[in-house]
């Protein structure tokens, strides 16, 4: 029983692509997160939702819009992509904002070409 | 400027031995801090959390300690195996919600 999963796992693409990548929990989360994990394994947070509502968006360009259509999926797309967005995005879950345990997804490897 | 460091980029420790992992932080005020183990090729996983009123916390062969006044949390396993060999990420709970990872460090237990 997968808690957190994301597809796909490797996404491999040319610049000035658009992109997609889709997260679900099934833990019953009310709190979700995306992450990016570069080459130097330095984690960074980009996004969370709380109940389908944006809570934080960390300076990340605006090719970068996140979706949520229920508390249970988080979705990320990327416009435009660019060398420097190649990294391991992850996705994660935690029951609510004021408890942070983190649930993390296995993550995206995305290499831009 | 605001840092979370964890001191070490790479250690080694016998197998049995006491492994000791180190996280400092300037210029922030968590409420709470966690620390995570990731294995290569795979998400982070949740190991402990301590609260800033909290000193010291356990589980099984984990430890803990958190000193607010230092800016410093301890992050020990006893009898150490190969197979506690990851990378161990230290991340503060802020009070805006938010969370912030240090770059971790890489613990190689030798047979």
């Known amino acids: 029983d997968t808690a957190v999963s994301q597809t796909p796992k490797y996404l491999v693409t040319q610049m000035g692509n658009d992109k997609s990548i889709k997260c679900e929990q099934n833990?019953?989360?009310?709190?979700m997160y995306w992450y990016k994990q570069d080459s130097k394994k330095f984690l960074k947070i980009m996004f969370s939702?709380?109940?389908?509502?944006?809570?934080i968006n960390e300076t990340v360009p605006n090719r970068f819009s996140p979706k949520s259509p229920d508390k249970a999926h988080l979705n990320l797309h990327i416009n435009s992509l660019e060398l420097g967005d190649s990294a391991v995005y992850f996705c994660?879950?935690?029951?609510?904002?004021?408890?942070?345990?983190?649930?993390f997804g296995p993550g995206t490897r995305l290499t831009v070409l | 400027s605001q840092k979370i460091e964890q001191n070490s980029e790479a250690l080694n420790i016998q197998e049995g031995k006491t492994a000791t992992l180190t996280c400092n932080y300037t210029?922030?005020?968590?409420?709470?801090l966690q620390w995570y183990r990731q294995d290569p090729g795979r998400g982070p996983v949740f190991l402990l959390l301590?609260?800033?009123?909290?000193k010291e916390k356990r589980k099984e062969r984990l430890k803990v300690t958190f000193d607010t006044t230092l800016k410093q949390s301890l992050f020990h396993i006893t009898a150490s195996q190969p197979a506690d060999s990851a990378t161990y990420l230290c991340?503060?709970?802020?009070?805006?919600?938010?969370?912030?990872f240090g770059k971790g460090t890489r613990l190689h237990i030798l047979p």
């Open positions: 994660a879950s935690s029951q609510d904002v004021t408890y942070n345990e983190q649930f």
């Open positions: 833990l019953g989360h009310d709190t």
């Open positions: 939702y709380n109940n389908k509502e944006l809570i």
């Open positions: 210029n922030y005020s968590p409420a709470y």
């Open positions: 301590i609260r800033e009123n909290e």
């Open positions: 991340a503060l709970d802020l009070r805006d919600d938010k969370i912030i």
